[in-house]
């Protein structure tokens, strides 16, 4: 295939759109599964313009230092290195958040259990001053941040075992105006907040089941933490532990957020059923997989 840098057509320049059909056809030659979607990320990024404006400028012409820098992304793409990382950034609950090595890329299903969340807060602990919710494995905080950009009674100790994701945590709750509400902690899911009392947990955890690890795609597996994913030989590894210790921090009428792989909903109820909490919801994403397990109904300690 004919590099964009060898114009095949001297005549005609590499014009915005010109450049995307020619990304477009070359990444999906090399396997991504939203090439078009991916050549508009990359390109946008790199001329400062939204994909809106992108289409307003499909006739723009490329500089040759353009071309080069774009070529050298478009490369890193087909060698299947996720857009997030190549641009440093990712769009999660309408917020834009700083993606770095070491971070898992948030992804879309994972808004539906922000949406949960908010919505659990809004209809328990309406009118409440303080709403305080733990979030576990923060990461990038998207979970953290979010909850409290759309919630201002909603103040949140985010933990994470990793002292470089939360350098972006940091940044990105300091960028996104909430830092007066996030707290960030390091250390080994609830080890940092035992001692403390919280109405909601959430937490999207590593619960990826090592035999799994083969099938991945190359993006999640060559390029994406290990130690994000990685959920031991059946995924709970980590799960397990949070919905043990969770009732020891959880008010009584509190719920634990959980993102799950789309198997573990039966076993996850039955760790609920086994820690004390009397109700499980699993709620489906888009896809039709189980995606979200809302644990709630803790019988309070026996007085
Ligand atoms: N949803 C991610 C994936 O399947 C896994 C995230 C996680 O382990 N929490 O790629």
Redesign the pocket.
Known sequence: MTSPARNPHPNEPWTVLRILRWTSGYLAGRGVDSPRLDAEVLLADLLGLTRVQLYLNFDRPLIQEELAAYRERVKRRARREPAAYIIGKKEFYSLEFEIGPGV?VP?PETELLVDRALEFARLHYAGDDEILAADLGTGSGALAVSLAANNPAIRVRAVDISPEVLKIARRNARRLGVDDRVEFFEGDLLTPLFGQVFHLIVA?????PKPAFAD?APE?RDYEPHL??D?GADGLDLIRRAVAGAPEVLTGGGALFL?IWPDHGPGVRELARQNGFAETTIVKDLAGLDRVAILTGLRQASA
Do not use: F, K, Q, S
């Open positions: 898992l992804r999207n955890l590593p619960y990826v991945m999640v994000a994913l959920g993102e």
